[in-house]
């Protein structure tokens, strides 16, 4: 078992900040051992506040990304970019 920790914050709808430690088993993800990939998925857990949903989302077609999955976009410095800025867009509310 490859276990790391993430740790972030939530934004709670009314403003306040809810500080998160995530303990993930890294063995378990179908990611590579790229600290930029754990990174990435970390921030989709955070702002998805579920692993399952967040894996679901870095692995389905995105209209926003020409139908590449999130995680495949993401290699890429521009589609990293991109990725990012769509997790920030959702975590805000703002449609992706």
Do not use: C
């Not at 389905?60 to 590449?68: A, G, I, K």
């Amino acid at each position: 078992m490859a276990n790391t920790q993430v740790e972030g914050t939530i934004h709670l709808p009314d403003g306040r900040l809810l500080p998160v430690l995530l303990s993930l088993d890294i063995s378990a993800l179908p990611i590579t051992d790229s600290a930029s990939d754990i990174a990435l998925f970390g921030r989709a857990v955070e702002v998805f506040g579920l692993v399952e949903k967040a894996r679901h989302w870095l692995d389905s077609p995105s209209v926003e990304l020409e139908n590449q999955t999130p995680r495949l976009a993401a290699q890429s410095p521009e589609g990293r970019v991109k990725v990012l800025g769509i997790l920030t867009d959702l975590e805000y509310g703002f449609p992706a």
